[in-house]
C-alpha cells in the first residue's frame, strides 16, 4: 500500500531533550516536506526536500533540523525542544512534477 | 510572505449546500487545493484547480476560481453529517495552506 508512516504518532517530552521524528514514504517521491498544524494557523511549511541532499526551509525553520540521506526517509530532528513546539506535526511527499501531496497521519508532540 | 486566508468556522444543516471561501495573494500560483482533515486523520487531496481555470464540477463538489479577485471557493451540494471536516485551501507548488475552515453539519 502507498503511504506515508511517521513515528511516533504521539510524543510528550521535556524542554531540551533532543529529539527525532522519523518520516518514511514507499511511492519513490522526489520532494518531501515537513509541517506543523496549530490552532488558527493552519499548516506551516518547516522544512522541505527536492532530492536526496537537497533541502530547503520552509516557512518557520527555526528550531528544526532535517536530513535526507536517503529518498524514501526525511527525520524531522528538534536538537533542543521548547514548548513552542508543542504541535501537530505531518510528513508530506509528492513526485516533483505532480500537484497532490500525500500525507502521513501526523505526530502529536507536547514539549513540557 | 504570501497569504492564504479562510473563514474558522462553518455551519449548515444537513442537506444544504456549503460554501467554503478563501482569498490567496500569490497571483504566480499555478495549481489552488483543497484538502479535507477528518478528525484525527491527516489530510486528503479533495479536488484541485489549475489557475486556468474558471471553475469545476467533481460529483457533489463544486470549486470556482476568480483569479482577478484571487478568490477560491469550494461548493458542497447536499451536504451530509460526514462532510463535517476541516477543510483547507492552498496553493502553490509548495502548497501554503490556509487556517482551515471547520465544518460542522447539523442533522
Known amino acids: 500500500e502507498a503511504q506515508v508512516t511517521q513515528n511516533p504518532r504521539y510524543l510528550i517530552t521535556v524542554t531540551g531533550k533532543k529529539l527525532t521524528v522519523t518520516c518514511s514514504q514507499n511511492m519513490n517521491h522526489e520532494y518531501m516536506s515537513w509541517y506543523r498544524q496549530d490552532p488558527g494557523l493552519g499548516l506551516r511549511q518547516i522544512y522541505y526536500?527536492?532530492?536526496?541532499?537537497?533541502?530547503d526551509k520552509g516557512d518557520v525553520p527555526e528550531g528544526y533540523k532535517v536530513s535526507r540521506k536517503e529518498k524514501r526517509n526525511f527525520p524531522l530532528i528538534l536538537e533542543s525542544p521548547s514548548p513552542n513546539q508543542t504541535s501537530l506535526y505531518f510528513c508530506?511527499?509528492?513526485?516533483?512534477?505532480?500537484?497532490?501531496?500525500?500525507f502521513g497521519p501526523g505526530t502529536r508532540l507536547t514539549v513540557t | 510572505g504570501e497569504d492564504v486566508e479562510q473563514s474558522l468556522f462553518l455551519s449548515v444543516r444537513e442537506g444544504d449546500s456549503s460554501v467554503i471561501n478563501c482569498t490567496y495573494t500569490d497571483s504566480s500560483s499555478t495549481y489552488l487545493y483543497w484538502y479535507k482533515q477528518e478528525p484525527g486523520a491527516g489530510l486528503q487531496l479533495l479536488t484541485y484547480i489549475f489557475s486556468n481555470m474558471d471553475m469545476k464540477q467533481d460529483q457533489r463538489l463544486t470549486v470556482l476560481l476568480n483569479k482577478k479577485d484571487k478568490h477560491l471557493s469550494l461548493r458542497i451540494a447536499d451536504t451530509q453529517t460526514g462532510d463535517s471536516a476541516i477543510y483547507f485551501c492552498?496553493?502553490?507548488?509548495?502548497?501554503?495552506f490556509g487556517a482551515g475552515t471547520r465544518l460542522t453539519v447539523k442533522p
Open positions: 508530506a511527499s509528492k513526485e516533483s512534477s505532480a500537484y497532490e501531496q500525500y
Open positions: 526536500s527536492m532530492n536526496v541532499e537537497v533541502t
Open positions: 492552498a496553493e502553490g507548488y509548495d502548497m501554503r
